[in-house]
């Protein structure tokens, strides 16, 4: 039997058919954004904002916290995503914060605090001081800035190579305020100008103006204030930057002078330890690492490495030797911890390292020198010469998976530390930052 139709007129067809096409609409924009909230979503687990606010990261550390990294480059490299000029002489590396970039460098004998944005694009430059400069001639490509900014809440920090320390506003470069270390607490030019990248937790900020008043203090850092100064440590600025972490329950703030490692509680500034550590040159310059009540330092110019065990009894701090030895004699290209092993390169012992952490016994080592950071299991390692390696942290043997040249242009070494944050890796060599995309190939 054949169910009895009803006729329907042309306005209510049309009415139909638009609340139809209507739907559909509906349906495929919604369906559009779910699909663009799932890229985005993927996307960002794999390539998360980048938190690198001071020199060697959150932690200092110097290890960054991306993932999905390739394990191989090609032949040529990962592709230069672009080039960024006009940063001037120097060897501050960068650091991160709000979608900017902030680096250094001399420009006309004055040092510049520079903020970029993510493609590059000078945003400002705000003077901090006069830039060292050498009067050797052999050693004219040492001159310019040494610190790398650091940023908070806002704010970008930066010391002057003679110890100019200024607050500025992250979004226009302003002044907010300075202060002179140097008069301050009576300090003289340190032989190759202040290199420090000043650590800041909370409201305090610590840095070493080595001077006879203070060797290190802590400062308000909204706005320059003097909250404590310690005095005891002996030696000159060793350019090193300071480390900090708790130890039964004291907050510890590590740093290397010229010729010893010490250690200040960070909440009262009193000292805690010191150990002697000096080289021929009396210039001790990459940070320690502290890891499971351990201290690791390194010094260039054949001085080696030692390890420190900390004991805390009470309110007193013991501090004894595990190992010393004259492998990896960091001069200033910095030290990675990695699951118990150290990677690194050595200046008299030449070549690039790995040394077990506890006994102090090498691994492996293979020719070159440079600095190096970490990122996803792998070393990223940047000869003084320019070569960049891509190389596997495995104590069992050096893996190299990958290298290519950076472009030439600059003047002086590759001494400026690389950086590995949101895909992408950092090189700033001389006036130039080069940033290579590690997901473009």
Known sequence: MIPATRSHSPEAILQVTNALRSMLRKINSAVFLFSMLLAFTLASAQNPSCNWPCYHGPDRTNQSADTGLPKTWPEEGPPLLWKATGLGKGYSTVSFDNGFIFTSGMIDSVTYVIALDMEGNIVWKAPNGTSWQTELPWARTYDGARSTPTCDSGMVYHLGELGRLAALDQQTGDEQWSLELRDRFNAAIPEYGYAESVFIEGTRLYCCPAGKEAYIVCLDKRDGSLIWKNNEIQGDV?????????????PMLT?????????????????????????SRSNNIPDPIFEGGNLFASSGYGKGSILLNIAVTGEEVNVKRI??????????GGVILYKGFLYGSGDQSRGWFCIDFKSGNPLWKSGGKGSITFADGMLYCLDERGTMTLVNANPNAYYPAGSFRIPEGGRGMFWAHPVVCNHKLYVRHDDFLYVYDLDGF
């Open 323 to 332: 190992w010393q030895n004259d492998l990896l004699d960091n001069l200033l």
């Open 255 to 279: 740093g290397l002078s010229s010729n010893h490692i010490f250690s200040v509680n960070a909440e009262t500034g009193s000292l805690l330890w010191t150990y002697p550590f000096e080289n």
């Open 238 to 250: 060793g350019f090193s930057s300071l480390i900090r972490y708790n130890m039964d329950g004291i």
